[in-house]
């Protein structure tokens, strides 16, 4: 009989820190997350555009019913020689015109990879001033573990004008003029790649040269979910001592950066949705752009030994 009681406590247990988790995000003012269970309960209102920003196979396979399907290449700007540049706030309304999508409708975005591609696409519609975006906590593994439906069938779309503000104020984004002229001041400039990138150790497909910029210091954004379980955000606690450890204060300028300025976006929604750091920007060009450029300075440790 013990071992029933045991078992039982030990399921209350889970069950209890599983709901002060969720509560933990709702202390903040998480404008930009949503819960699946909260959408589950507006997902087939008119003016809610769920997007599944994976893979266009991955999407087809399975995804959430009224999804529609955007990828990175779908948000990119093209005429650079270098790849992942955020496309221009023209594309941007083309593109959503052509999905249905009005300035007056909410969007939802999820992805399965700790909402660190949903996050870039987010991070774009911010800096065009379009704030109507909540990323669901957990992704489509959340959803379905909340038995939210799922379906193969590609949802029929009728155009529409997505017409942003003539002059955004681009809140979150840095140039690499920009960063180039950081070098020498007290802004911080935060590496979120993995730590074999930022020795020089590994380069990365896109990258013409290893190595990081100088001055940076290192945090692999993964650091901030549970990347080999559910990939889900860890909690508020765990990520302000995460980030306390590198002696960053929440009024201090920063510039995130990584490989093309995706891994970073979800820095940035971290730091500044999540835990309140006032003054946050994202390199879009990041190190693809970067090591592009022979005149600008990089370091690096080691020899490179990978390249993929």
Avoid at 5 to 16: G, P, T, V
Avoid at 28 to 49: D, F, H, R, S
Avoid at 244 to 249: A, F, G, W, Y
Wanted: glycine letters at 6%; charged letters at 25%.
């Amino acid at each position: 009989m013990s071992w029933k009681i045991s078992i039982i406590l030990y399921l209350l247990i889970i069950s209890a820190c599983k709901h002060e988790k969720a509560n933990d995000f709702k202390k903040v003012e998480a404008t930009y997350l949503i819960e699946a269970n909260e959408l589950k309960g507006i997902a087939q209102q008119p003016n809610i555009k769920i997007i599944d920003f994976r893979k266009k196979e991955i999407y087809e396979n399975e995804h959430i019913v009224g999804a529609l399907n955007l990828w990175r290449t779908d948000i990119e700007d093209t005429s650079y020689t270098y790849s992942g540049i955020m496309a221009s706030k023209t594309q941007i309304e083309s593109l959503f015109g052509q999905l249905g999508i009005t300035t007056d409708d909410t969007i939802i975005v999820y992805d399965d990879n700790g909402l660190c591609e949903a996050s870039r696409l987010w991070w774009i519609l911010q800096n065009y001033d379009f704030k109507n975006i909540k990323l669901l906590h957990g992704g489509i593994s959340e959803w379905k573990s909340n038995n939210g439906q799922v379906t193969t069938q590609i949802p029929k779309v009728n155009t529409a004008v997505f017409k942003l503000t003539k002059h955004p104020k681009m809140q979150y984004y840095v140039s690499k003029e920009q960063v180039s002229d950081a070098l020498n001041s007290n802004v911080v400039i935060l590496d979120t790649r993995t730590s074999e990138e930022f020795s020089g150790k590994r380069q990365k497909k896109g990258a013409t040269k290893a190595g990081r910029i100088p001055n940076s210091i290192h945090i692999d954004w993964a650091e901030t979910i549970n990347y080999n379980g559910n990939k889900h955000l860890k909690s508020l606690k765990e990520l302000e001592i995460i980030y306390s450890e590198l002696n960053i204060k929440k009024n201090d300028s920063i510039i995130v950066y990584c490989h093309s300025g995706v891994r970073s976006a979800h820095t940035t929604f971290v730091l500044t949705q999540l835990l309140g750091y006032k003054h946050v920007k994202n390199y879009d060009g990041s190190w693809t752009e970067w090591s592009y450029f022979n005149d600008l300075p990089i370091n690096g440790n080691n020899i490179t030994l990978i390249k993929n």
